[in-house]
């Protein structure tokens, strides 16, 4: 017969500590903490040998998937400078630095 109340049951031990929820991961592109959904984005593409994966905000993923190629993508790496040399991706960091982690909007599509 199983017991009504247990010695140690999950709720009664007072060694148990509580951990605090982790912080979330900056955004590689924009800086901003990643808000419910992170994409774990290549930054140099998989089809390229990327292995590496930084956090990112989707939208700011979408920016990047938008305004360069995986050739481009490759040449810049992991150099982060490199891609906000580019006035597009400046003009929109600076645009959604004061949003919410959580904010999506739709972009436009680069005309090739």
């Known amino acids: ?3 009504k109340h247990p010695r140690h049951g999950p709720y ?3 060694q148990r500590d509580e951990e605090a929820p982790a912080a979330a991961p900056p955004c590689w592109l924009c ?3 990643t808000g419910k959904t992170i994409v774990w984005h290549h930054p140099v593409p ?3 040998g ?3 994966v930084v956090p990112m905000h989707p939208i700011c993923q979408q920016t990047l998937i938008v305004n360069f190629t995986n050739s481009e993508l490759q040449r810049h790496g992991m150099d982060v400078e490199g891609l906000l040399a580019d006035p597009a991706v400046r003009k929109f960091v600076d645009w959604v630095a004061n ?3 959580d ?3 739709t972009l ?3 005309l090739r």
């Open 1 to 3: 017969m199983a017991r």
């Open 12 to 14: 009664d031990d007072p």
């Open 31 to 33: 800086g901003r903490p």
């Open 46 to 48: 998989k089809s390229r």
């Open 50 to 52: 990327g292995r590496d």
């Open 99 to 101: 949003k919410d982690p």
């Open 103 to 105: 904010f999506t909007a």
């Open 108 to 110: 436009a599509k680069k």
